[in-house]
């Protein structure tokens, strides 16, 4: 299974960015997605989960209102929509399938993680 991150980039603080996480050589269909980020010098965090197909969701509490994960089943893609983003937001974001259906935060519940694609926002 391969998972691509990408959509990230450099914006300013308040702007808005839609991440897309595309599964290749396999799917993501029947599996829970998740999306973390690890900023320099810091831990991978958990920032958002759905569960399949999708009526699950969980987040970070600190994107809570401004993050919202979605996935659209028949093109194999989870997306990540960011919005009134923060210079704190800045990290490398990763997917990652999970083992099962069930939407999860921890990083052991996950299977397969994308390469990560780099948002950075500037204050």
């Known amino acids: 299974v391969q998972l691509q991150a990408s959509g990230g980039g450099l914006v300013q603080a308040g702007a808005s960015l839609r991440l897309s996480c595309a599964a290749s050589g396999s799917t993501v269909s029947q599996y829970a997605v998740g999306w973390f980020r690890q900023a320099p010098g810091k831990e991978r965090e958990f920032v958002a989960g759905?569960?399949?197909?999708?009526?699950?969701?969980r987040y970070l509490k600190s994107v809570k209102g401004r993050f919202t994960i979605s996935r659209d089943n028949a093109k194999n893609t989870v997306y990540l929509q960011m919005n009134s983003l923060k210079p704190e937001d800045t990290a490398v974001y990763y997917c990652?399938?999970?083992?099962?259906?069930?939407?999860?935060?921890?990083?052991?519940?996950?299977?397969?993680w994308g390469q990560g694609t780099q948002v950075t926002v500037s204050s």
């Open positions: 990652a399938r999970a083992r099962n259906q069930l939407v999860a935060e921890s990083l052991s519940s996950f299977e397969y």
């Open positions: 759905i569960s399949w197909p999708g009526r699950n969701t």
